[in-house]
């Protein structure tokens, strides 16, 4: 079992900047990889970036060039870097960590709010 608290959400104007933590705790070794996924009110929760095991990083679309995924190895803890926020940012964000057998854990999820 993995357990993932997340912590970091709140309200930013527009152009902002956010960072989400996630940190892992139980068994953490077996897990291949690590994400932050999204899901706005009325929306389907999406994927928003992904780390692998062995450093490859994938973004949605929406978010390339202004969100950064990465990952304290000593502190078990993954990081989401928001910058240039939007509107339609405004999500409530997960930790997500899948094992090595396609197990998935999830946080409890955290509230980022884009507004003026």
């Known amino acids: 079992q993995v357990q993932l608290v997340e912590s970091g959400g709140g309200l930013v104007q527009p152009g902002g900047s956010l960072r989400l933590s996630c940190v892992a705790s139980?068994?953490?070794?077996?897990?291949?990889?690590r994400g932050w996924y999204r899901q706005a009110p009325g929306k389907q929760r999406e994927l928003v970036a992904v780390?692998?095991?062995?450093?490859?990083?994938n973004y949605a679309d929406s978010v390339k060039g202004r969100f950064t995924i990465s990952r304290d190895n000593a502190e078990n803890t993954v990081y989401l870097q928001m910058n240039s926020l939007k509107p339609e940012d405004t999500a409530v964000y997960y930790c997500?960590?899948?094992?090595?057998?396609?197990?998935?854990?999830w946080g409890q999820g955290t509230q980022v709010t884009v507004s003026s």
């Open positions: 780390l692998s095991s062995g450093g490859g990083t």
């Open positions: 997500n960590h899948r094992n090595y057998w396609g197990t998935e854990y």
């Open positions: 139980g068994s953490v070794f077996s897990i291949a990889a």
